[in-house]
């Protein structure tokens, strides 16, 4: 005879097929998530490094006390009294690369510049040259109209100008451009369009302001922003550039602007998944903090990375 399974031993047999399929599950599933995070956090790392090296190698070449934070309101303040209401950071770059291409030297020879024209002689600038270089580096919107010059002063140690009138120095937002000069560039000298009070041996030839902010913090329906054709968030971190403030210009994603000012410059993504963006003050260097934030797949949670670099 043929001795058949009974229902309770069937039914054992499947409460304990049951337990062991589901502990094999929940084993598959944390491997998974285990998996899952540790890529995303060496993604998140990578990321947050590539994107704190980019940042700081452009604010690196900045005229020292440019630096500001803005608010999608209109106000700012300059990076010695920032706090957190500003989420917004930009800064006057210098056209570095074409002095260590010795297209310019930097210096004024004081006793031959002229007080007379506005013209200071500075050997060695090489105007043509110059203007290659804004062509490759921004295209064949800017000349060397578009340049000005900022006396180095006391910028060199860090200070405020020397008019102690930070808010109308550089013509951020709406105010003055008392300490920046529009220029006419020439071979071996520079006609300023605005007699200075003062000169000195040091200048800085600047080309454009550069600002970093959040989707959260900035107009996300900009014409520029829909023109990246690319999915974009409260999030995203942009970069924004070739915008100047001397000529009465703001970032092309500004969400306010004053009465003469246009909104200009170009805009590219730095990042998609940034959860927090923060810049501030240490010891007369500038620090920014950088959070990037993934959700896991199959998890309700999420991973965070955060890096802060200092830039001297």
């Not at 959860?275 to 896991?296: M, P, R, T, V």
Request: negative net charge; aromatic residues 12%.
């Amino acid at each position: 005879m043929k001795q058949a399974f009974t229902l309770i031993e069937i039914i054992v047999t499947i409460i304990i097929l049951a337990i062991i399929s589901t502990g094999t599950l929940i084993s598959v599933q944390q491997l998974y998530i285990r998996v899952a995070k540790s890529k995303i956090i060496s993604n998140l790392s990578s990321d947050s490094q590539v994107i704190s090296d980019q940042i700081s190698s452009i604010l690196y070449d900045r005229v020292p006390s440019s630096v500001i934070g803005y608010s999608s309101d209109g106000n700012f303040s300059s990076i010695y009294s920032l706090n957190t209401d500003f989420k917004i950071l930009e800064w006057i770059g210098t056209l570095e690369e074409a002095m260590k291409a010795v297209y310019y030297s930097g210096f004024v020879d004081i006793d031959k510049s002229q007080k007379e024209t506005n013209t200071i002689i500075s050997f060695d600038i090489n105007s043509s040259a110059i203007e290659s270089m804004l062509k490759h580096k921004f295209g064949n919107t800017i000349s060397n109209s578009d340049l000005a010059v900022i006396f180095a002063g006391t910028f060199d140690d860090g200070l405020l100008t020397s008019s102690n009138d930070f808010n109308n120095s550089f013509g951020w937002h709406g105010h003055e451009h008392n300490q920046t000069y529009n220029i006419i560039l020439h071979d071996n000298n520079i006609t300023l369009l605005e007699r200075p009070k003062e000169i000195y041996e040091k200048y800085y030839l600047i080309d454009t302001a550069y600002g970093v902010a959040r989707g959260d913090s900035i107009d996300l329906n900009a014409t520029c922003i829909k023109d990246l054709n690319q999915s974009v968030n409260e999030y995203t971190l942009f970069l924004f550039y070739n915008y100047r403030p001397w000529k009465t210009q703001t970032f092309c994603a500004d969400t306010h602007i004053f009465h003469h000012e246009t909104k200009e410059g170009n805009v590219t993504i730095l990042s998609q998944n940034v959860k927090g963006f923060q810049a501030g003050l240490i010891n007369d260097c500038i620090y920014f903090n950088l959070s990037l934030e993934k959700s896991i797949k199959g998890s309700q949670n999420s991973i965070t990375v955060s890096k802060q670099k200092v830039v001297f």
